[in-house]
């Protein structure tokens, strides 16, 4: 079955580093990916990374694959206030993979 | 390019009442979905769309209809409404094969059963 799971909440201060975790079971998919959902509005692609990749980075984010252990983080350095959202991991299912199964999302708050 | 458009933006119906949620995308993307969004629960797939004509279902089909008549449009019917449809509802496209298929997401529609 799919199954992405995904810590609840991180309290971050400004300038910080921030790393968001997240858990996955489906070992077909091709890619992984980061959205970010601002308040009221719909998800954006942050990034995302290739399934027989390690890291990916991408100026202030670095993505980290670890496929034995079915596990995918989101780095984001330097935090600032405009960080403050939900983040949401998601892999792709489906024949052509265009199938996303979603994590419940951290909500990140960035304290000045 | 307009992107994805949802309307409306806020709904309040009754239980029992039907309506459609409806959805339109003008980048010619043969991949298109709609998903609801619980708290906590993040967003799972009620139906999708290959392309024209070819509709399936998703993860939590039941209670929703669906057709793909043209490539811009994609309608979400609710035929009777629950309260547990109470929700936030996401309609999405993408290219049916790209290199990494991203999605691209409408601002979304508040549904309230009352």
């Known amino acids: 079955g799919e199954d992405v799971e995904q810590s609840l909440f991180l309290s971050v201060r400004e300038g910080d580093s921030s790393v968001i975790n997240c858990t996955y079971t489906d070992s077909s998919s091709t890619y992984l990916y980061w959205y970010k959902q601002e308040p009221g509005a719909g998800l954006q692609l942050l990034t995302y990374?290739?399934?027989?990749?390690d890291m990916k980075q991408d100026q202030r984010l670095t993505v980290l694959l670890n496929k034995k252990d079915k596990h995918l983080s989101l780095r984001i350095a330097d935090t600032q206030t405009g960080d403050s959202a939900i983040y949401f991991c998601?892999?792709?299912?489906?024949?052509?993979?265009?199938?996303?199964?979603f994590g419940g999302g951290t909500r990140v708050l960035v304290k000045p | 390019n307009a992107g994805v458009t949802q309307t409306p933006k806020f709904q309040v119906l009754k239980t029992g009442q039907s309506m459609t949620l409806q959805c339109a995308q003008d980048?010619?993307?043969?991949?298109m979905s709609w998903y609801r969004q619980d708290p906590g629960m993040g967003l799972r797939l009620i139906h999708y769309s290959v392309g024209a004509g070819i509709t399936d279902q998703g993860e939590v089909p039941n209670g929703y209809n669906v057709s793909r008549s043209t490539t811009e449009d994609f309608p979400l019917r609710l035929l009777s409404a629950a309260p547990s449809q109470t929700s936030v509802y996401f309609c999405?496209?993408?290219?049916?094969?790209?290199?990494?298929?991203?999605?691209?997401f409408g601002p979304g529609t508040r549904l309230t059963v009352l």
């Open positions: 990374i290739f399934s027989n990749m």
């Open positions: 998601a892999e792709s299912t489906g024949a052509a993979g265009n199938k996303l199964t």
């Open positions: 980048m010619n993307h043969e991949y």
């Open positions: 999405a496209s993408s290219p049916y094969e790209s290199s990494y298929n991203e999605q691209f």
